[in-house]
């Protein structure tokens, strides 16, 4: 009977621990998680950050690469999409898909000091006035799909947003800051993108370490 007991307990320690290592894992995966953001809303109704380089038409699920090359090229820095995915750490096995952690380490490991922010939208002109550098954003629809793009611009007359999208083949914006168009509302509801904490949220990389 004690024999039983006791191999009952190394079972149930052996179940806890693989819990632990499992959660932990998990956590350290998802990190850093947004920051909630306070910042006051934009004074402004216009506003654009300026462009100093070209758009690239991405690969299947590289948009995070392509999103953080961007941002990386218009602060001066020499960096291209499809050697950016070949190095971008935090990949989803078969998928390719790139976890937020991803893009933060990279930046940071390129010189600079990204932030995660959860806000709405308000505070994401707000940020994008602040920093006046391109924003990447999350968007999505749950487990069917996920894509990273960058803020450029906003227009509250208008209520529109203005991104530079790595899956538009060509410039659909003319004149208009970046490539891609959204109104106020389109924006809203895939940024509502389905995933219980990455929603809502942003990563600022405007400054340098």
Not at 63 to 72: G, K
Request: charged fraction near 20%; include cysteine; hydrophobic fraction near 40%.
């Amino acid at each position: 009977m004690g024999s039983i007991i006791s191999r009952a307990r190394i079972k149930l320690v052996i179940l806890i621990t693989i819990i632990c290592f499992l959660l932990l894992g998990t956590i350290y995966i998802l990190s850093p998680f947004p920051n909630s953001d306070t910042i006051l809303s934009a004074t402004q109704t216009k506003f654009a950050v300026p462009i100093y380089t070209d758009f690239e038409l991405q690969g299947k699920n590289q948009c995070a690469a392509y999103s953080s090359a961007f941002v990386l090229r218009n602060s001066g820095k020499s960096a291209k999409g499809k050697e950016v995915y070949a190095k971008i750490p935090f990949k989803i096995p078969i998928s390719g898909y790139v976890l937020p952690k991803g893009v933060i380490s990279y930046l940071q490991s390129q010189g600079l000091k990204p932030m995660i922010y959860k806000g709405n939208l308000s505070s994401l002109k707000a940020r994008l006035v602040q920093r006046r550098t391109p924003i990447i954003v999350l968007v999505g629809n749950g487990l069917f799909w996920q894509h990273y793009m960058t803020l450029v611009g906003f227009d509250d007359d208008k209520s529109e947003l203005y991104f530079v999208d790595s899956n538009k083949e060509n410039d659909e914006n003319a004149e208009l800051p970046g490539n891609r168009t959204m109104t106020n509302d389109y924006f809203l509801k895939w940024w509502s993108n389905g995933l219980p904490v990455f929603n809502h949220v942003y990563i600022t990389a405007g400054e340098t370490l």
